[in-house]
C-alpha cells in the first residue's frame, strides 16, 4: 500500500477482537487506533520499516493489514501481539490492566522505536512576535532528535505562566499527550474551564522572591491532531468514582488556545472513539468501545461483538466513560 488517496477512499468493515485472557483493555485500545487514518497508514505503507524492525512493529502492521483487507472472518485473534506487548511492557496477563497506560506505554513504545531528527523551518521570521518567535523554539527543541508519527498525530504544545504581583512573568512550555479530567467535574466543559482557567498554585516569585497563591495561565500553542482525553475514576479512597460524566461530540478550544498563535488554525474537534469500564473496581471489571468507523457509523465493540449504533443517545454511557479521543476537523 503505498498511495494514501488509494487506501484513503477504500472502506473496510469493521472487525471484532477476540478475548481470551483478560485483554479487553488491549483490544478496546486497537481499536481506537485502527480508526486513526495516520496511524493505520503508517504501518500499511511499511513506512515504519525506515526506522526500526522490531517484532512489535511487524505485528502492529499485520494487525493493520489484516483490518483493511475486508476479509470473510468477523474476528481476529492477534496473540502474537498480546505475547509481545505482555514481555515489552511487563504486564501480567492474568491481571486487568489500564485501557490509558497500556495505550501510553504503546505510544512510547512506537514514538520511541521510530523517531528521528526533524528541522522546523522558520518562515517570516523577522516580522514574527516574541510570542510566536517562542513557541517555534521550544517546539524546535522538542522535536529536535525526537520527532516520530507519534508526535505529529497526539502531541501538542502548551505555554504555562504564572504573574506575579510585582509583575513578573514565569514561563514555561510543556509538550502533552494528551489531558486528564475529574469525573467530578460532572461535564467536558467544566474540565476545560476548570483546567485552563481555574487552577491555582503555590509560586515563589525569582523576581520579588514572595511566596504567593497565583493563578497558572495555562494555553495550547499547537493543537494536536487528535486529542487523547483520560478520565479520573478513582476517588480518595482508592476506589472507582462511577459518577455521570457528560461529554459532547463537538468540541471547539478556541478558548483555550493561545489566540495570536491559532488565530487562522482549525481549533473544533469531533468525537472519534470512547473507551468504557464496566464495574465497581479499577483493579477489576470490564473495557468496551465505541468508535466511528471509516464509512461514517458507529460502532460499539465488545471484543468481539461489535454492534452498529442506531441513535446517537445510545453512543454515550455516561457513568462508564473512561478515556475519549477527538480527531480535529
Ligand atoms: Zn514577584
Known sequence: MKNYSEWNNKTNKPIGIINKNNTCYMNSILQILLNIDPFVYFFLSEKYKEYSDN?????????????????????????????????????DLNEQCDAHEFLCNLLDFIHNECKYSVKISYKNRKTQSELIKNCKKNWELFCKDNYSIITSIFIGQMRREIVCKCKNKSISYESINGLTFNVNDKHIKNSFDNYFHNEEIEYTCQNCKVKSTRKL??????????????????????????????????????????????IDKETKYSLMGAVYHHGNSLNYGHYTCMVKHRDGDWYLYDDDVITKM?????????????LLVYKRN
Open 310 to 322: 442506531e441513535s446517537e443517545v445510545n453512543k454515550r454511557v455516561y457513568n462508564s466513560v473512561y
Open 55 to 91: 517484532i512489535l512493529l511487524k505485528l502492529i502492521s499485520r494487525i493493520c493489514d489484516y483490518w483493511s483487507r475486508n476479509t470473510k472472518k468477523t474476528s481476529i485473534y492477534p496473540y502474537k501481539f498480546i505475547k509481545n506487548c505482555l514481555n515489552e511492557f511487563d504486564i
Open 217 to 262: 495561565i495555562k494555553r495550547y500553542e499547537i493543537l494536536p491532531n487528535y486529542l487523547i482525553i483520560n478520565l479520573n475514576r478513582s476517588n480518595m479512597y482508592g476506589n472507582k468514582n462511577t459518577h455521570q460524566y457528560l461529554f459532547s461530540e463537538e468540541i471547539n478550544l478556541k478558548g483555550y488556545c493561545e489566540e495570536e498563535l491559532t
